[in-house]
């Protein structure tokens, strides 16, 4: 692995995965594509004889490896995928990734922001304000390298604090992603370490314990519980309104990793033996024009099994009820608690 810098991250390049490589894609989610014509600079430096391409379209997750298009145009050796870590395969399914060509390389992007003494400080304040004495350090893939540190700075400050190990090769140290929070084992409140809300509220949601977020991009700590607790609020109302639903659409993910058959089984066992009549709804990128353009009055309620955050982040105004699997088998089964997310 030969580190880099490109702008404010450091990359992990584990270069000798593209010796002989003739084609190569550099593939990076959104909020890191700007880094992507640095890594693709260093890939040419290490493989000055390949062809290189910056992947531009949308890639979400590792769940969204896009190979299949790929393999079926560009025919690289290798997909150099940045910023995140293998999805896990017990949650998609056995194809998730490519049986020999194209090789998908994993390179991490680790940000040189550190929060200010300052942020930590403000967490600290915020934890004690919920009683918390036990808490579960956690991050996004950016910013692991800054646990032990942070881990120190709050223990100083009279908090018990617990740190998970890695998960090889799905989760480096303290490590979630937004549809697997199974690394924040029970505490008395979480700490957070990631930019926007969206792996915070998820965090929330899967623990519903208060949750503290340290920004290193903004330098701030934010008591992420208030906008938890409305989250849940509306996801309970979800779930009363689909309890009578007759008839569902059951959304079957096309991405590499979002396809996850065990899951829309068992979805489909649960609605046929609730007396439910589904219709299968097979989407690669579901968004909400996408789903009313299928939508009609035979629908009164769906559930999906791609990605869980979409009901939650992009189809909450969505005007019928629109569940994560977990929200489902509460509905179906007439239940407000426990809430069970994502799964
Ligand atoms: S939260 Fe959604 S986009 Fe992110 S890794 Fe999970 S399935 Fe993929």
């Not at 998730?96 to 930590?120: D, G, N």
Request: net charge positive; aromatic share 8%.
């Amino acid at each position: 692995v030969s580190p880099s810098k490109c702008g404010d991250y450091r990359i992990l390049l584990p270069t000798q995965q593209l010796a002989n490589a003739k084609t190569i894609v550099v593939q990076a989610p959104d909020g890191l594509k700007h880094v992507a014509p640095c890594v693709a600079h260093l890939v040419h430096e290490h493989a000055p004889k390949a062809r290189v391409y910056i992947h531009g379209d949308s890639s979400f997750g590792a769940c969204d490896l896009q190979y299949p298009q790929l393999q079926a145009t560009l025919d690289p050796d290798v997909i150099i995928h940045l910023g995140h870590t293998p999805y896990p395969k017990e949650l998609a399914h056995p194809r998730l990734e490519p049986a020999e060509r194209p090789r998908i390389v994993y390179a991490r992007a680790l940000s040189t922001r550190r929060p200010p003494r300052a942020a930590v400080a403000r967490a600290a304040e915020m934890l004690a304000s919920h009683g918390a004495r036990r808490v579960v350090l956690l991050s996004t893939g950016q910013h692991t390298h800054l646990l032990p540190w942070l881990a120190l700075a709050l223990s100083r400050r009279g908090l018990r604090v617990r740190v998970p190990p890695p998960s090889p090769p799905y989760f480096e140290l303290g490590q979630v992603i937004g549809c697997d929070y199974r690394l924040a084992a029970p505490a008395d409140a979480y700490v957070i370490v990631s930019g926007g809300l969206f792996h915070a509220l998820g965090l929330y949601l899967a623990r519903r314990r208060p949750v503290v977020k340290i920004d290193p991009y903004r330098g701030e700590a934010i008591d992420a519980t208030p906008e938890g607790e409305k989250t849940l609020r509306v996801r309970l109302y979800k779930v009363a309104q689909a309890m009578d639903a007759r008839r569902w659409g059951l959304i079957v993910g096309l991405k590499t990793g979002q396809y996850r058959p065990w899951l829309v089984d068992r979805l489909a066992r649960a609605l046929e033996a609730a007396g439910r009549e589904y219709r299968l709804l097979a989407y690669e990128t579901l968004t909400v024009d996408s789903l009313r353009n299928i939508d009609s009055p035979w629908f009164e309620a769906f559930v999906v099994t791609s990605c869980p955050r979409l009901p939650i982040d992009d189809f909450a105004g969505y005007e019928k009820p629109v569940l994560t699997p977990g929200e489902a088998v509460m509905a179906l089964r007439g239940e407000l608690e426990p809430y069970r997310f994502p799964w």
